[in-house]
């Protein structure tokens, strides 16, 4: 069981935003910064935020991510079919000294 | 552009071993640790353990402690995850990533290796 919480799936319709939360505790989220990565399936996971609310190039600025406390989000604005995919957050843990991945959230594009 | 390479796909009997490639391009082998994390058919991602290929320093995830080891060959830039006394639960897809530094982003990854252990 992941130690950092998402919700299983999401959905929303296009143009709609979606939010995608993770939350975990004083020795990850808020001691550490949160990554997001996007896995389409059959694919590698993609690095689409790191240092909580930093894009790298190439990733279109209708993703967006924040903390708060104990708390990493992702957020997804003007959605589109192509966001489909498996989206998981990951922060290394000061306790565990190893990273922790979120177990997890599936969009769903309706 | 930077490149993370893995080796193919490999089945292996309970008990094996298996071993892992994984040959960066594109920058500075040493200048980067490499980590690995695997993931099973429908399930999430789980992380391994990290390598720096510059000191060969090395860290586990508990669970895998005493079965793992991860190397290098810096005269290939290249990154080895060796995992032992396979079972039926290891079956999954591995894969490697480039972290600048602890607790910073892995990126990018390399394509993923499927192994499958079954007898």
């Known amino acids: 069981q992941s130690v950092l919480t998402q919700p299983p799936s999401a959905s929303g319709t296009p143009g709609q935003k979606v939010t995608i939360s993770c939350s975990g505790s004083r020795s990850n989220i808020v001691r550490q910064t949160a990554n997001w990565y996007q896995q389409v399936p059959g694919a590698a996971p993609k690095l689409l935020i790191y240092?909580?609310?930093q894009r790298p190039s190439g990733v279109p600025d209708r993703f967006s991510g924040s903390k708060s406390g104990t708390s990493a989000s992702l957020a997804i604005t003007g959605l589109q079919s192509e966001d489909e995919a498996d989206y998981y957050c990951?922060?290394?843990?000061?306790?565990?000294?190893?990273?922790?991945f979120g177990g997890g959230t599936k969009l769903t594009v309706l | 552009q930077v490149q993370l390479v893995q080796s193919g796909a490999e089945v292996k009997k309970p008990g094996a071993s298996v071993k892992v490639s994984c040959k960066a391009s594109g920058y500075t082998f040493t200048s980067y640790d490499i980590n690995w994390a695997r993931q099973a058919t429908g399930r999430g991602l789980e992380w391994m353990g990290w390598?720096?290929?510059?000191?060969?320093?090395?860290g586990y995830a508990q669970k895998f402690q005493g079965r793992v080891t991860m190397t290098r060959d810096t005269s290939i830039s290249t990154a080895y995850m060796e995992l032992s006394s396979l079972r039926s639960e290891d079956t999954a897809v591995y894969y490697c990533a480039r972290v600048p530094a602890k607790g910073d982003r892995f990126d990018p990854w390399g394509q993923g290796t499927l192994v499958t252990v079954s007898s």
């Open positions: 240092s909580n609310n």
């Open positions: 990951a922060v290394w843990d000061d306790s565990l000294r190893g990273w922790l």
């Open positions: 390598m720096n290929p510059n000191s060969g320093d090395t």
